[in-house]
């Protein structure tokens, strides 16, 4: 009897690790559910900055991940949330705080979500579990370097994707 239950949890706790998941949660948001409108009235809570511009919703000085990002984006497809990107830049931090930022986030993310670890560069990580697609990127645009976390919705992204071509 003993020997049963031991078996029991043991495969319960394993089926549980194996289902873990990328983040598909922020603040109160989930990619493929949340629509702009929410995103808006989130903001409006909790007195966030934020303005919308080609249907995407911009917020300012957000927490995140254990860092405060300058920009966050927020991109819909369908009315509904598929990419939430993260910003920093040397223009809002001096580059060596940026750069461990990238360091450190980059260290955790590789410890929490290295089984789904599908490329791993000097200036550039990403992680899929088939439904998410989480990247941590660094790349100099118009001068500046950029750090990028996003998150993507791969069903929408996918389903974007798809239509774009079909429009070629």
């Not at 819909?76 to 001096?94: D, G, H, I, Q, W």
Request: proline letters at 2%.
């Amino acid at each position: 009897m003993k020997k049963r239950l031991f078996l029991i949890i043991y495969f319960t706790i394993c089926s549980i690790m194996a289902s873990a998941q990328i983040q598909r949660k922020f603040f109160d948001f989930q990619l493929g559910v949340t629509t702009q409108n929410d995103v808006c009235n989130y903001c409006k809570t909790h007195n966030l900055r934020y303005e919308i511009s080609d249907g995407t919703v911009f917020v300012y000085d957000i927490s995140f991940g254990g860092n405060q990002w300058p920009c966050a984006g927020f991109y819909f497809y369908e009315r509904k949330l598929y990419t939430v990107a993260f910003l920093n830049s040397y223009r809002y931090n001096p580059q060596k705080l940026v750069d461990i930022s990238y360091t450190n986030l980059k260290q955790s993310l590789i410890k929490k979500y290295g089984k789904y670890q599908i490329k791993n560069e000097s200036d550039s990580v990403q992680f899929t579990d088939n439904v998410v697609q989480l990247s941590l990127s660094r790349e100099y645009r118009s001068g500046d370097r950029i750090t990028d976390l996003r998150y993507m919705y791969l069903p929408l992204v996918n389903k974007l994707l798809k239509t774009s071509e079909d429009q070629l």
